[in-house]
């Protein structure tokens, strides 16, 4: 005890302290103690350790009192970027240091309790301050607790972010701009703006045009962003663009981004309707009701907007009268039921403005207009029949005439087209085998000498029938061809009259007759005359006609004094196809009566066969409405896969069936032949590529 700080009591060996004791200059001391015993002294000696207690009797102390940090606004939160560190001469829990922020001046750092760590709770690089001072307390465990400040102020100590080029540019102005087409050169068309956040040269942004304009149709200024045409623009031939465009800042390295900017070029209305035909063509038949569709014609105008919307009229003009258009469709009707015989054939033509008769216009402001021509053709129907020039001719003749003179040559005329038009000469009366009638030319001529003695007067009819395969029509005229004398008979001294007994019986010119008819021909339509002569005079020699039997369904009727047959009914040539009248026993023939008015009456009975001339009206009709055909990919080329067939209840060339694929078969995978219906396989299928094919066949 060199520094005297202990004393001793020495009676009693009770030490004590002198002075005050610091744990922190010695914490354990160790006094050797001697005892003397007797007048003639014996010593012994002992050691006393002495441990002395520590009390918190010291603050924490920084070892430096100011520090700067330098920081890159880049770091990641997390990182360490300043120690503090002080000092506690106490000891156990009255030494241990606990740090912490004294004042929050801002939330981007924290401190760890433990070690005084300083750390980045977040970047810094959005911040505007660019310095900041921390203020960093240091406090021990004791009770209480002692503690230090360390201040660092901002003349000495600061933390200060550094700048560095970390941020690309930002595009700050719109990625869509318009522009009309008709702007000059050099216009301005858009302001390209870009921001970078980092300062001087690495904030300081250049613009360049990387692709989308290939033309050199835009000049961008790359200190100023503005963007400005350097062609003339034309939005039909490219009314899109899209622009890619870099801002470059000027750090090292130099960052960039890229914007897409889309310019829009907007419609002037610079282009006028255009047709799709340079002429249109097109037929409607006669006598149909009002609202017929005659033709559509349509327009393109290769302009946007209002400035291709387009409109339809009718200019006036020679027959526009009897159409009316659709103004938004270009749909053309009729307003009237059309006669082919009265007008065959409409121009609507355009010449100019309210001169035209077809104009197509747009609706811009001001519109442009184009014009067009249709030619439409009025188709004929079998509505008028043949006419003479008179209901009925006389003529005289001498009897010397030779066989084979032409006597009269007669002519009706059918204002209908086509087999419509064109007419056939028939006799339907008796002529006794005297007259016969050229079927084309119309010329009557004899087929044998005439004898007046033996008949001076003929009258017969002759029909003019009009050759339409649907519902001929047809017109009768009366002939009567009197017979001039001829003195070739010499004088005959005695006269005889004989009086008349009914003992002839009506005989008809010809057991077995022929004749045919169209089908579908209207009721009363005549067929055939039939003559019976009776020798007898007077009501014994007058004979009526009539149908004994075969005629249950009414078919026909015969004029009872004329001998004219003729239908009753219209005929379907696919239902029944011969009708007979016939004389023998056969139980299904039919029998024609002649008999006279004499009493008692006499009769005789003829054939007439009648046959019903088919007329196309029926379509072909397909076996099955829809074929089915399940056929694998590895199919030859050449091979079958179905055969479709088709029936006509027609006959002839009207029952002919051709097969085409109307749709479906646009590649060519398969063929068909058109007399067979065969389909053959034209080409190698792969079902990965097609799973099916829909053929639609069409007969005719």
């Not at 282009?271 to 559509?296: H, M, T, W």
């Not at 005297?434 to 000498?449: E, K, L, R, W």
Request: some cysteine; hydrophobic content about 35%.
């Amino acid at each position: 005890d060199p520094y005297g700080r202990f004393s001793i009591d020495p009676q009693f060996g009770i030490i004590h302290t002198q002075k005050q004791l610091d744990h922190e200059t010695q914490s354990v001391i160790l006094l050797t103690v001697q005892s003397q015993l007797g007048n003639s002294p014996v010593y012994s000696s002992t050691q006393v350790n002495i441990s002395v207690l520590d009390i918190n009797d010291n603050p924490p102390v920084f070892l430096t009192k100011s520090g700067k940090i330098i920081i890159s606004h880049t770091l990641p939160p997390g990182t360490a970027i300043y120690i503090a560190h002080a000092e506690d001469k106490d000891s156990g829990l009255n030494g241990v240091i606990k740090y912490s922020m004294a004042s929050e001046q801002s939330n981007a750092f924290s401190i760890d309790p433990s070690f005084g760590v300083v750390n980045l709770t977040r970047t810094v690089f959005a911040d505007k301050q660019q310095e900041y001072t921390l203020h960093i307390e240091a406090e021990d465990h004791g009770n209480p607790s002692l503690s230090s400040l360390l201040k660092l102020d901002s003349l000495t100590a600061k933390i200060v972010v550094l700048d560095i080029n970390d941020n690309s540019p930002i595009f700050t102005s719109s990625p869509l701009s318009y522009v009309m087409e008709n702007v000059k050169v050099g216009f301005l068309v858009h302001h390209v703006v870009a921001k970078d956040p980092d300062e001087g040269k690495n904030g300081q942004v250049t613009y360049h045009i990387l692709s989308g304009n290939e033309n050199k149709t835009f000049d961008l200024d790359k200190v100023t962003g503005l963007l400005s045409t350097s062609l003339l623009l034309d939005r039909e031939t490219q009314e899109c663009y899209n622009l890619t465009i870099m801002a470059l800042d000027d750090g090292i390295p130099a960052l960039s981004a890229t914007q897409i900017l889309t310019v829009v070029v907007l419609d002037v209305n610079d282009d006028r309707p255009i047709f799709l035909k340079q002429f249109y063509e097109s037929a409607v038949c006669e006598n149909q009701d009002p609202g017929e569709f005659v033709v559509k014609v349509e327009a393109v105008d290769r302009d946007s907007g209002l400035n291709s919307l387009l409109q339809y009229e009718i200019l006036p003009g020679s027959g526009y009268g009897n159409f009316r258009m659709n103004s938004d469709t270009g749909q053309i009707v009729t307003t009237i039921s059309l006669d082919r015989e009265t007008e065959e054939t409409f121009y609507i033509k355009d010449i100019s403005n309210f001169t035209l008769v077809i104009e197509c216009h747009d609706l811009g402001k001001p519109p442009r207009s184009s014009t067009v021509q249709i030619y439409i053709t009025v188709l004929d129907e079998n509505d008028n029949s043949p006419l003479f020039a008179k209901d009925h001719y006389q003529i005289s003749v001498r009897e010397d005439l030779e066989e084979g003179s032409a006597v009269m040559e007669l002519f009706a005329s059918d204002e209908d087209d086509g087999l419509n038009g064109e007419v056939m000469y028939s006799v339907i009366d008796d002529t006794f085998g005297a007259f016969a009638i050229d079927s084309v030319t119309g010329s009557v001529v004899t087929t044998q000498i005439l004898d007046r003695e033996t008949k001076s007067v003929y009258a017969f009819k002759v029909v003019a029938s009009d050759c339409s395969t649907h519902l001929a029509r047809s017109t009768t005229v009366s002939i009567v061809v009197h017979i001039e004398d001829v003195n070739d008979n010499d004088p005959v001294e005695v006269v005889i009259w004989i009086q008349d007994v009914n003992d002839n019986v009506p005989k008809f010119e010809q057991s077995y007759y022929k004749a045919s008819v169209w089908e579908g021909q209207i009721p009363k339509t005549d067929i055939i005359q039939v003559f019976a002569t009776d020798l007898d005079s007077g009501l014994n020699g007058e004979t009526e006609y009539s149908i004994v039997s075969g005629n249950e369904n009414g078919a026909f009727l015969i004029d009872s004094s004329r001998g004219i047959l003729a239908t009753n009914t219209i005929l379907d040539y696919e239902n029944i196809s011969s009708y007979r009248f016939v004389e023998t026993a056969s139980s299904h023939f039919l029998v024609l009566l002649a008999s006279d008015r004499g009493t008692p009456s006499l009769n005789s009975t003829a054939t007439v066969l009648i046959t019903v001339q088919d007329v196309n009206d029926n379509p072909p009709l397909f076996n099955n409405l829809e074929y089915h055909i399940h056929v694998k990919e590895s199919t030859a080329i050449g091979s079958r896969i179905t055969e479709v067939s088709a029936n006509d209840c027609d006959v002839g060339a009207n029952a002919e069936i051709t097969y085409t694929i109307s749709s479906g078969n646009d590649k060519g995978y398969f063929r068909l032949d058109g007399k067979t219906g065969s389909v053959d396989l034209m080409k190698t299928l792969d079902y990965e590529d097609i799973v099916k094919f829909t053929l639609i066949i069409q007969a005719t």
